[in-house]
């Protein structure tokens, strides 16, 4: 399975303020994907990110809100605009991995405070 | 259209005896399955996963899991729970997406 980093592990922000995620996997990957873990409860999809096309996004989430670049086979951001104390979670990144293409793996996530 | 249901928000086991994590799935066609677990302040690690063959599946940790197509289930097992065990366990359905149960807080007591 692929190695997954995220940077920063943790952040408190101003509302406001925009805060920019990174993914970071130790092998190419085709397929990259971001999840949000609001408190207490399960992993929502935000966006598909495939390097050299647009970001896929989910009912309810939108590119304004939620920037995805994804710039090459290795590497993604996720950024967090206009926060709000809503938008305290935890921000996971996640690749299929392993020669499989069913099988998803995941990085530790960034735990967001807003204040 | 997909979704997994858990029906346990928690459960508490005594270190040493077993314990089951129950698991339902909607999904059209066959399913491919699979268990998480994240323990606190961590993201989350793949524990096993189903696609086709042998029902019963094996994964890390001494977990194990059953499909039952006939009764939609994917339930995760594991004979002698130690304290490490105490986490929150996710299970999952692959269709279109991978679609994630509510989880599962085991507390283990001593």
């Known amino acids: 399975s692929a190695v997954i980093s995220q940077k920063p592990s943790r952040d408190i922000c101003q509302r406001g303020t925009s805060l920019t995620i990174q993914c970071q996997v130790d092998?190419?990957?085709?397929?990259m994907f971001w999840y949000r873990q609001q408190p207490g409860q399960s992993l929502t999809l935000i966006a598909t990110a495939n390097q050299g096309s647009e970001a896929t996004y989910e009912s309810g989430f939108v590119i304004d809100k939620f920037p995805i670049s994804r710039p090459n086979l290795t590497f993604s951001t996720l950024t967090v605009s206009n926060m709000s104390p809503e938008d305290s979670s935890i921000y996971l990144c996640s690749v299929l991995s392993g020669g499989r293409t069913d099988t998803q793996y995941f990085g530790p996530g960034t735990r967001l405070t807003v204040l | 259209a997909q979704s997994v249901t858990q029906p346990d928000i928690h459960i508490t086991v005594s270190e040493g005896a077993s314990l089951e994590l129950r698991c339902n799935y909607s999904y059209g066609a066959t399913p491919y399955l699979f268990w998480y677990v994240q323990s606190p302040g961590q993201g989350l690690q793949l524990l096993l996963k189903?696609?086709?063959?042998?029902?019963l599946v094996q994964g890390i940790k001494g977990f194990e899991a059953e499909f039952k197509r006939s009764q939609s289930s994917f339930n995760l097992r594991k004979p002698s729970v130690h304290w490490s065990d105490a986490a929150e366990y996710f299970c999952?359905?692959?269709?279109?997406?991978?679609?994630f149960g509510a989880g599962t807080t085991v507390t283990v007591r001593a």
């Open positions: 999952a359905v692959k269709g279109y997406k991978l679609s």
């Open positions: 092998s190419q990957v085709t397929m």
């Open positions: 189903y696609f086709s063959g042998d029902t």
